[in-house]
């Protein structure tokens, strides 16, 4: 029954290209799927934010940097000025309150303020910012202890060019 039988390359060549063509084309939508998705980084964006300004305004562990009107953040922090202010895809509110009275001491905030606002609104809308709060107790150079509270929002969706 099988004597004699080749498989010689005219029978099999048509089979090849096929399956050539579904593995490339595989890996074509795979790779275009891939790339077309945008990555939303917005709220570990708006930690690693919060984090790096407790880390520069804050000095062993104790102390605060003054909050003055004078005080430029962005600047002391390292943070690009063009991006954070400009661009209106972030927001920073720093907030220190006295412990003992609960009276807020300074208030300080740079950045987009309408996602202070988006912030409040939040139920889980992906237009929204995505934000973070953190809250350090610290103590002063009198020795009083400070709730230090930090806002953070980011409105910046992985894939945009800022």
């Known amino acids: 029954m099988f004597l004699n039988k080749k498989g010689d390359e005219k029978y099999l060549s048509p089979w090849n290209i096929l399956i050539w063509i579904i593995l490339i084309g595989t ?9 077309s998705a945008k990555t939303d980084i917005r709220s570990e964006e708006a930690r690693i934010l919060a984090h790096r300004v407790i880390d520069c305004i804050i000095q062993d562990g104790k102390t605060l940097a003054p909050l003055t009107e004078n005080f430029d953040l962005l600047e002391k922090c390292n943070l690009n000025k063009k991006i ?11 907030t220190l309150t006295d412990l003992n009275t609960n009276e807020i001491i300074e208030q300080y905030s740079v950045g987009d303020k309408d996602l202070k606002f988006q912030c409040a609104l939040k139920k889980d809308e992906e237009q929204f910012a995505s934000c973070y709060t953190e809250k350090v107790v610290i103590t002063d150079s009198t020795d009083r202890n400070l709730l230090l509270e930090i806002k953070t ?6 894939g945009d060019s800022l």
């Open 84 to 94: 954070i202010e400009e661009s209106g895809a972030f927001y920073i509110g720093i």
């Open 153 to 158: 929002a980011s409105n910046h969706v992985g």
């Open 27 to 35: 890996i074509v939508i795979a790779l275009g799927m891939f790339n």
